[in-house]
C-alpha cells in the first residue's frame, strides 16, 4: 500500500536522522562535538522535493544538504534517490547512488585502512571564498558554486588541515565515491614505488618485461615511460559515444566480457606512431600499467596500495578497486574512498608526499618520482588541452608544481604544493565531457586567491 506523502516525508527524515547519528558514534564524525541534529528536507505542503535553494546545515564544521541543483534529474519528488544497479549506474537518473556506491555493485578488491586512524584537523570556520564561474559577469560565493553545480562531496586542505568539508544530494562522510580516471594517477605513485622496491628496473623497460601475456604485442614492446605519459603511439579510440575504444575497454573489464588480464587488451594492437613521438589520452595505456604493476609486484595492486600507500596514510575506511574477471584492478579507473580518505590523499600530495610533523613524519611517495610524476613531460600544446601531462597526470599550466588527478562526470582533486593546499571535488556532471568542468577549475582559482603562498 503507498505511503502517504506526508508519512513518506517523515520516514525519510528519520532514516536521515539515524544515518547522522550513527556517524557521530562510529563514523567519519566521531569524536567530534556537537553532532546531535540533521539536515531537513523541504517541507512544503505539495511535497515537493528539495532544491538547490535549501541551506547547508552544518554538524561539528561538516555542512550537509538533503538536496542540490536539478534535484528532480537525480530523486523522485520526495527527494528519494532512486537505486542504483550493475545496469543503470551510469545513467543521471541513478548516478547519486551508483557513484556513492558502485565499488559495492561491481567486482571489487579491497585495501585496508589503517590501525590506527590519522585525525584530520578541521578549521575553526570556513575561510571566505569567491570565484569568477563560467558565464559569470561577476564574482559570487561558494554557495553559487553549489547551487550551480551537481557535487556530492568537496573538501579542501591547507597543511592538512580541513577548511572546507561539505556534502549535497544526502552524501554524508561514510560514503564512497568513485574516482573514474583519478585512479590512474594512483597506478602511477605505485609504479614510482615499486621502483623503489626494485620490482621494476627501469621504466624504459618494456611492459612484455613484467606482463608475459602481452609479449608479441604492440602495448607489450611499448616502454612504461611512454605508457606513463599516454604515448605509446598504438591506436586507441576514447570520445566517450559508447560505441569507442573505451566502451569497448570498459566491457571486457567492468561488464566481464573478457576473461581479464592481457585479453582485455588483445584487441587493440595496430601501432600507429614510434613509442614517444605522439601524445593521445587512452585508458588502455593504464589498464596495461595495471597489467605490469601486477606482474612485477607478483601481488595484487590492492593489497600493494594498502600497505605502501592507505595504511601509512592513516586511512579510516577501507578503500575499493573495481577489477576484471581475473581478479586485476583495472586501474585506469574504479578506486572508491570516502572524501575524509581522499582528503587524507590529497593533504600528502599537497606535503610532497609525507604525512606527519616533526619525529612523527614519514616520507610514503619518493620525493623524485613525485616531483617526475607531476611535471608536464608533455606540454599542454601536445595534449591540444589546457593542461599538460606528466606520468598519468595532469600538470597546471601555471607551471608552479600544481597538478590535478581528473575523473570523468566531476571527480577531482588539484593539488598546489607550495601553498600545501588540495581540493577533492565529487560530483554527478550529466556526461563525461561535461562544460561544468570548467567551473570547477574557476573554483580553484578562487581558492588560491584566497589563500596566499
Aim: proline share 5%; with cysteine; glycine share 10%.
Amino acid at each position: 500500500m503507498t505511503q502517504p506523502r506526508a508519512t513518506r516525508r517523515r520516514l525519510l527524515r528519520g532514516a536521515w536522522a539515524s544515518s547522522i547519528a550513527s556517524l557521530a558514534a562510529t563514523g567519519p564524525l566521531a569524536g567530534l562535538s556537537g553532532c546531535t541534529t540533521s539536515p531537513q528536507l523541504n517541507d512544503a505542503s505539495d511535497g515537493a522535493a528539495s532544491q538547490a535553494s535549501d541551506a547547508f546545515r552544518f554538524e561539528a564544521g561538516v555542512g550537509l544538504r538533503p538536496g542540490g541543483p536539478d534535484l528532480l534529474r537525480y530523486a523522485d519528488a520526495y527527494g528519494v534517490f532512486p537505486q542504483a544497479t550493475r545496469a543503470n549506474w551510469w545513467s543521471q537518473r541513478y548516478s547519486v547512488d551508483g557513484f556513492s556506491r558502485l565499488g559495492e555493485l561491481l567486482p571489487s578488491a579491497i585495501s585496508r585502512a589503517a590501525a590506527q586512524v590519522s585525525p584530520l584537523r578541521r578549521a575553526a570556520r570556513e575561510p571566505a571564498i569567491d570565484y569568477l564561474g563560467s558565464g559569470q559577469s561577476m564574482r559570487a560565493p561558494l554557495q553559487t558554486y553549489f547551487d550551480r553545480n551537481p557535487v556530492t562531496g568537496l573538501m579542501v586542505l591547507r597543511d592538512g588541515e580541513v577548511l572546507i568539508e561539505r556534502y549535497q544530494y544526502a552524501r554524508t562522510p561514510a560514503h564512497r565515491f568513485t574516482s573514474f580516471s583519478m585512479a590512474k594517477t594512483l597506478i602511477a605513485a605505485m609504479v614510482g614505488l615499486a621502483l623503489e622496491d626494485e620490482a621494476i628496473s627501469s621504466i624504459d623497460d618494456p611492459a612484455e618485461r613484467y606482463a608475459p601475456g602481452l609479449v608479441g604485442t604492440e602495448y607489450g614492446r611499448t616502454p612504461l615511460r611512454h605508457l606513463l605519459t599516454m604515448s605509446s603511439g598504438v591506436r586507441f579510440r576514447e570520445d566517450y559515444d559508447g560505441q569507442d575504444d573505451s566502451a569497448r575497454l570498459s566491457r571486457a573489464v567492468t561488464g566481464g566480457q573478457s576473461p581479464g588480464g592481457a585479453d582485455v587488451v588483445r584487441p587493440f594492437n595496430e601501432r600507429i606512431a614510434a613509442p614517444g613521438e605522439r601524445w593521445y589520452y587512452a585508458s588502455a595505456e593504464t589498464f596495461v600499467l595495471a597489467l605490469a604493476l601486477r606482474g612485477a609486484l607478483r601481488r595484487s595492486l590492492a593489497d600493494y596500495f594498502s600497505e605502501r600507500i592507505w595504511q601509512p596514510l592513516g586511512a579510516q575506511t577501507d578503500a575499493l578497486w573495481l577489477t576484471d574477471r581475473s581478479g586485476l584492478e583495472a586501474g585506469y579507473m574504479g578506486f572508491h574512498a570516502t572524501l575524509p580518505d581522499y582528503g587524507r590523499l590529497a593533504a600528502m600530495l599537497a606535503a610532497g608526499g609525507r604525512v606527519g610533523t616533526g619525529s612523527q613524519s614519514r616520507q610514503i611517495l619518493p620525493t623524485t618520482w613525485l616531483s617526475e610524476m607531476t611535471r608536464a613531460q608533455v606540454s599542454a600544446s601536445r595534449t591540444g588541452r589546457w593542461f599538460g601531462y606528466g606520468y598519468q597526470t595532469w600538470v597546471l599550466p601555471a607551471n608552479d608544481r600544481s597538478f590535478a588527478l581528473l575523473g570523468v562526470r566531476g571527480q577531482a582533486i588539484y593539488v598546489d604544493p607550495v601553498r600545501r593546499l588540495a581540493m577533492v571535488h565529487t560530483a554527478v556532471r550529466a556526461a563525461a565531457r561535461d562544460p561544468g568542468g570548467a567551473d570547477a577549475t574557476a573554483l580553484w582559482r578562487g581558492l588560491l586567491s584566497a589563500v596566499r603562498a
